[in-house]
């Protein structure tokens, strides 16, 4: 079974849609960018701090009920959402300053029992803020360490233009993903960032596979030009990027739908970072090593030039 | 052509049989157990083990098994059953062991014998407690100079020089009334400690006295380390099977309670601190101020006098030594504890002079419906000891047992108190969670790898199928490896191992495009096949290497449930390299090799 052609031909890097993709992409960007300014993210207590229940009742949840109930207690700033079934309540607290968790758990589990309630206290997470701000930057670090090593091993297995271009990619990814949770102002987690970092070595495995098959058809392929020997590369690996990501995101769907509601912010990222990473790879990692002028003669040896000796002292 | 040598094929064969042996614990469940382990640390004894067997079955309770597992008892019982023997083993043991419920695995014995065991749940998965504290290190190395700044007054005055010793902000100034003095007073101080730095003061008449950076990271790795010892034995008191307690980083412990509920028996374990007394006992017992103070463990009650000799916070050192065979704790008191001490001894040789062990913990209680912190103080006797000589700084304490030896040093060693520590995050994960979220893991797992071999069996055919195979073998070889390896699967790790069914095929279609091609091209089907092998590897080489970067820096910056995705990330990467390249290829050399072949079924 085929799912395309045997041979395509479709003109991915041509003048015209390279620059429309190269547009693309840029929009995909700032459209990001400008999200995360002015929306900025939905962390979650992994980076505030704070509190953080998850309960299941016997019955349906009144979730009006316990926001007042809660406000009346003196938990004005409490954020109550329905979580998976409607039997669970989540709850959410700015950080309680120097009070003990004990003490607020048990306050919090006598609000929501209040009526004579049963309530099973499924999660109970309490994280102080300098925690948050650490993970945070070691998030952030992570990210920026995986991608300096990344430049420096396609540096090393290529050259410095497709480790621009894998970069430029994963980067593209990176912030898209992110993007994408600012906009929709989805739970922003530490298994988002676990989330964005695998992202990363998918993409990143995507477009490896397309420079591994444009390196050889720079040597096959004689007399043609960068651009039609690039876009020859991408097509033969049509099929492959296709079918990997289609394997990846029937797992991911099925982690989606079947694995909870503790790990969908973890899934989704996967799912918007899996699409975006194969539409990088296809278009901006390559065209963006061709605008950089990557060429056959990049991946050849260099001579070495008997005269530069000559010149030296 | 593509026949793979003998010694290759039974390397496959052998490989994949060990994997499935070390996966093989997993498929059997666990069930309800009571853990009993001396509380000092001393291997179960088959006989002892036959007793806890009798104990449980005179309660009307009979184990389905019992076995000794690092030196720990285990005995196994069905749900209903273990409130029965856990109540009729702590009633009967609790005083010398620690009996605790837990679940153990329903391991036939042939497998528990080979010493295989199942993969270790996180907290997500089984439920607990998790508590991040955080060690106030400028309190522990504040106490330290606090104690250097007693220890240099007592010297000088004892060496009748004159002086002020003032402690500010980690400095220690020493004012003196003239040069020769401070000389003096350098020499007495160097001579107390001879890594201090000292450093004159611009008068002349002053020292400034620091501690070494080596001096103070040793301080705060002595904090931690007392903090955990002390942490590690008042968990054990809680009776949790398998507790946790671990440093991580620089200046912060983590403890990991599985199964506990109720995060507020830890409150009580961390505001607790341990310091030490010595008393003469009171003969007549009716001396003004005497006191009757209880005996810890077989150590009899007795009444000691009012007069402190001396107390923990004159400790400047302790450590655990052998005195005639017998486990004991040497002591090194500062000058005005050796002084007491030296009187003490002179005026009652042949006396007894007794060991008291304060801790004090913290409680919260209600009182008239409000609610109080009350401190609780428990005093105990932990020896007495006949003065058979005269003596002063240097001493030992005996009477104890191996362990508590060993901690009371490590306790004593850095001042009486622990360091204080901080809760910095708390999660409590209740047990329906942690069911709930095997069940969907174990759901989205087999979901995404049905629909994944289905799709490759009809898109690659009887080449799909042997992709599956490999696919298969690879999930069998991460459970392996997370067995062998004990690591604790997480529920991001079992999104870890999701994604690696996904990807995991990559290889193998990597692989079988290029067969594709290459048959496109007009070669012959075997050649085809090596071919695709061939040629294919450096794709799969590189692109399981970027990912297993981005593992890797993800499991080094990642702290808990990130590192559980990334362990089983960089497992699936590594294994699915072996299935997929290796793997599936000696099985399409054994099916396709060494034959003419008209067509492949790729």
């Known amino acids: ?240 990027t296709l079918i990997t990501g289609m394997t990846t995101l029937l797992v991911l769907v099925a982690l989606l739908t079947l694995g909870g509601e503790s790990i969908a912010p973890f899934s989704i990222a996967l799912i918007v970072g899996i699409i975006v990473g194969t539409y990088s790879s296809v278009y901006t990692a390559s065209a963006t090593a061709l605008l950089l002028g990557v060429d056959a003669q990049d991946l050849l040896e260099p001579v070495k030039d008997p005269s530069l000796i000559d010149d030296l002292p | ?170 400095v220690i100034t020493v004012r003196l009334t003239s040069e020769e003095n401070t000389i003096a007073a350098r020499e007495i101080i160097r001579k107390s400690d001879p890594d201090i730095i000292i450093t004159d003061g611009a008068d002349g008449r002053s020292l400034q006295v620091r501690m070494t950076d080596a001096q103070i990271k040793a301080r705060e790795d002595l904090a931690i380390e007392q903090n955990i010892t002390t942490l590690r034995n008042r968990v054990d008191e809680l009776g949790v099977a398998e507790p946790l307690v671990q440093r991580q980083g620089s200046n912060r412990i983590v403890v990991q309670l599985p199964g506990v509920q109720d995060p507020t028996a830890l409150d009580k374990i961390l505001t607790a601190t341990a310091t030490l007394e010595f008393r003469m006992l009171d003969q007549s017992g009716d001396e003004p101020g005497s006191r009757r103070y209880p005996g810890r463990g077989d150590e009899p009650a007795a009444i000691l006098k009012r007069k402190v000799i001396a107390s923990g916070d004159q400790i400047i050192d302790a450590g655990f030594v052998f005195v005639e065979g017998q486990p004991a704790v040497s002591i090194k008191l500062d000058a005005a504890g050796g002084e007491s001490m030296l009187v003490t001894t002179q005026n009652n040789l042949q006396k007894l002079m007794c060991t008291v062990f304060i801790e004090t913990s913290r409680e919260t209680v209600m009182r008239n419906g409000v609610e109080q912190q009350r401190t609780i103080k428990v005093e105990e006797i932990i020896n007495c000891a006949t003065i058979r000589g005269v003596f002063k700084n240097n001493f030992q304490i005996t009477g104890l047992t191996q362990v508590e030896a060993r901690d009371l040093a490590l306790l004593l060693r850095a001042g009486a108190l622990a360091a204080p520590v901080y809760k910095i995050d708390e999660r409590t994960i209740g047990p329906s969670l942690g069911q709930d979220n095997i069940d969907k893991g174990a759901m989205a797992i087999s979901v995404g790898f049905l629909g994944v071999i289905l799709f490759m069996a009809v898109y690659y055919r009887w080449f ?45 279609v990597l692989i079988f495009e290029r067969i594709r091609e290459e048959i496109a091209a007009g070669q012959p089907p075997q050649a085809a096949i090596n071919l695709g092998y061939e040629k294919a590897l450096s794709s799969i080489a590189d692109a399981n290497i970027t990912t297993l970067i981005a593992a890797v820096v993800l499991f080094a910056f990642g702290t808990g449930a990130v590192k559980g995705f990334a362990i089983t990330l960089s497992l699936g990467i590594m294994t699915s390299m072996f299935t997929a390249i290796i793997g599936t290829r000696a099985i399409v050399n054994l099916v396709f090799g060494g034959r003419r072949l008209e067509s492949l079924p790729v």
């Open chain 2, 464 to 508: 799909g199928m042997i992709a599956n195979v490999a696919l298969f073998s690879n999930l069998v070889f991460i459970v392996a490896l997370l067995s062998l390896l004990q690591a604790s699967l997480t529920l991001p790790g079992i999104a870890g191992i999701v994604l690696t069914v996904g990807m995991a095929v990559d290889a193998n």
């Open chain 2, 1 to 170: 052509m593509n026949k793979f040598p003998a010694w290759l094929n039974i390397l496959v064969l052998v490989i994949a049989v060990t994997g499935i042996l070390l996966a093989l614990p997993n498929i059997y469940g666990s069930s309800p157990a009571v853990q009993l382990a001396e509380k000092n640390g001393i291997p179960v004894s088959e006989e002892k083990l036959a007793e806890f067997v009798r104990v449980v079955e005179d309660s009307g309770v009979v184990a389905e098994a019992s076995y000794i597992k690092d030196g720990r008892a285990v005995l196994r019982f069905s749900a209903n059953d273990q409130g029965t023997a856990l109540d009729a083993l702590r009633d009967n043991f609790a005083k010398e062991y620690g009996v605790a419920p837990t679940l153990a695995p329903k391991l036939p014995t042939w497998l528990r014998n080979l010493g295989l065991n199942p993969m270790s749940l996180g907290l997500d998965l089984r439920g607990g407690v998790y508590v991040l504290l955080e060690v106030d290190m400028d309190t522990a190395v504040e106490a330290r100079m606090s104690s250097y700044q007693q220890d240099f007054e007592d010297r000088l005055r004892e060496a009748r020089i004159r002086q002020r010793v003032d402690l500010d902000n980690g």
């Open chain 1, 1 to 240: 079974m085929r799912l395309i052609k045997e041979k395509t031909h479709i003109d991915f890097l041509g003048p015209k849609r390279r620059k429309i993709a190269l547009s693309l992409s840029l929009l995909f960007v700032i459209v990001s960018f400008a999200s995360i300014a002015t929306r900025g993210l939905n962390f979650g207590i992994d980076f505030t701090g704070g509190v953080l229940l998850e309960v299941g009742y016997s019955q349906a949840a009144d979730i009006e009920g316990i926001r007042d109930n809660l406000a009346a207690a003196g938990f004005d700033d409490a954020q109550v959402l329905q979580f998976g079934e409607d039997t669970d309540v989540l709850v959410r607290l700015p950080p309680q300053g120097d009070a003990q968790p004990s003490e607020i758990r048990r306050q919090l589990q006598t609000v929501l029992e209040s009526g004579g309630k049963t309530v099973d206290l499924r999660r109970v997470e309490f994280v102080s803020p300098q925690v948050g701000e650490e993970l945070a930057e070691q998030g952030s670090l992570a990210m920026i360490f995986a991608m300096l090593m990344i430049f420096a091993y396609v540096m090393f297995r290529f050259q410095w233009k497709f480790a621009a271009g894998a970069v430029t990619a994963l980067a593209h990814d990176v912030i898209v993903t992110v993007g994408f949770f600012s906009i929709f102002q989805l739970p922003f987690d530490l298994t988002v960032v676990a989330a964005v970092l695998a992202v990363i070595g998918y993409s990143l495995n995507d477009t490896v596979v397309a420079f591994d098959r444009i390196r050889e058809n720079f040597f096959k392929l004689r007399g043609v030009s960068t651009e039609e020997s690039m876009n020859t590369s991408i097509n033969e690996m049509l099929a492959r």
